[in-house]
DNA sequence: TATATAATTAGTTGTATAGCTAATTATATA
DNA sequence: TATATAATTAGCTATACAACTAATTATATA
């Protein structure tokens, strides 16, 4: 398919669009933290990542178990379409709310992280919300 | 819905993306000049119009009983996402295609493309594809 | 080497949407 | 004023796709 159409695609979903709004503001985002921000199953967000990597607008690293996901400015002209979605990120209520979600999930382990999303919440951290303090 | 969403949901379709390379390419269409492009139905079209329109990227304008259809500049910062689109759209042979057959399209008067899209062949305009020649 | 675990892939289901034809609306003209 | 016509809207169908759970893969560790 055409390259540009496929990017347009790739954005045109609002789960992947958080993805990337929150890639604009982490260096790297690992598979389980984006799992926890959007709040559905992990073999979705690994689709959504897919389907970012394939139109080149993401790309990802494998450590040991783990893997990171970041924006690949390297391989098109990425600056150049966030030209135009940056100043509107910083415009999207959802993306705002997310990065402020972003803010706690980071202060978690993604070990903690991944042991409460297979259900072992081990440690007072039941409630994701904010304990608005 | 998040406007900047809405506009990647716009031109996150085939028909959408090649109207709106063949609105950056002449000043205004008309509908049914659109729809001998995309070789669709009128109303399918429409439709597609609807939603481009609703999204802020493209502006009607009622003349009788033509209804011209262009980018709409004014409403947001276009200029802005055409700086990542119109190099793209020069790459893509989709567009490219489209705008070679626009060129014959617009040789035709609208009355006579009308009359074509409703089975009326009046003149020896019966293939559409050029001629060879 | 067997078990645990982070991620992906397979297989399924429900919803969204692109397309069609038919009906309707708005405008021009006989 | 009745008819023609460009476009839109309504109603329908088929396809695309986002979500899920279950199964699989790859890596680490007991």
């Known amino acids: ?7 347009l695609k790739a954005l045109a979903d ?3 669009f958080r993805i990337f709004g929150a890639l604009t ?3 790297e985002l690992c598979a389980c933290q984006i ?11 690994s689709r959504h990542l897919g389907i970012l990597v394939t139109a080149g607008l993401v790309k990802s ?12 400015e ?5 600056d150049n379409i966030l030209d135009w979605l940056l100043p509107r ?8 709310a997310d990065l402020e ?8 382990s993604r070990e903690d992280l991944c042991r409460q999303q297979r259900g072992e919440a081990c440690c007072p951290v039941q409630k994701k919300e904010k304990a608005d303090g």
Chains 1, 2 share one sequence.
């Open 74 to 78: 390297g391989c098109d002209e990425m």
């Open 1 to 7: 398919m055409d390259k540009t159409l496929l990017k």
């Open 35 to 45: 799992t926890e921000l959007l709040q559905v199953s992990g073999a979705t967000v």
């Open 101 to 108: 979600v972003l803010d706690g999930i980071m202060a978690v």
């Open 25 to 27: 503001q982490y260096e």
């Open 14 to 16: 609002r789960n992947r």
């Open 89 to 96: 990120l910083r415009l999207s209520d959802q993306i705002q």
């Open 61 to 72: 690293r494998k450590e040991s178990r783990w893997v990171y996901f970041a924006l690949d």
